[in-house]
């Protein structure tokens, strides 16, 4: 086994440890505001549907960034993270620039691509994913099935 075989669980799963702790507290400050608030910002950005957008925004934001930690569902709350980075990208960050500094999309483009390596290239060995994946195996191979 290599060294880049014997290090990549520990890197995927510090990977998703800091991507979702981003969503989880930027989920949690929407909470933290108070949704009225949030949806009341959502609405000055341009949001559509703020006073619905922003709740579920911020439920997403918050389930999904402890799925990500814990590696659990990785493709479904993958996708829909990605979607809230593309929206945020097109709704609000786009017209900025890159620049994070100005209000750019330098941080939901950063957010939406590691977000999706991870979805897609998977979890590694220390995600839950990966531990139910392996379950199934072994209770398919104890009842004889393929």
Known sequence: MSVADRIQPVALLLAR??????????GRQKFAAGLDSTAAAFQSMGVPAASLTAPAVAVLEVIGGI???LGAALPIFGSLLVLDMIGAFVL???????SVAKG??????????GTLAVAFGGGGALALDSLWQRRGRRGRSRRGEA
């Open 17 to 26: 440890i800091g991507i979702g702790a981003i969503f989880l507290v930027h």
């Open 67 to 69: 799925a990500l930690i």
């Open 92 to 98: 609000v960050h786009a017209a900025h620039g890159f």
């Open 104 to 113: 750019g999309y330098e941080f939901v483009l950063a957010l939406a691509a």
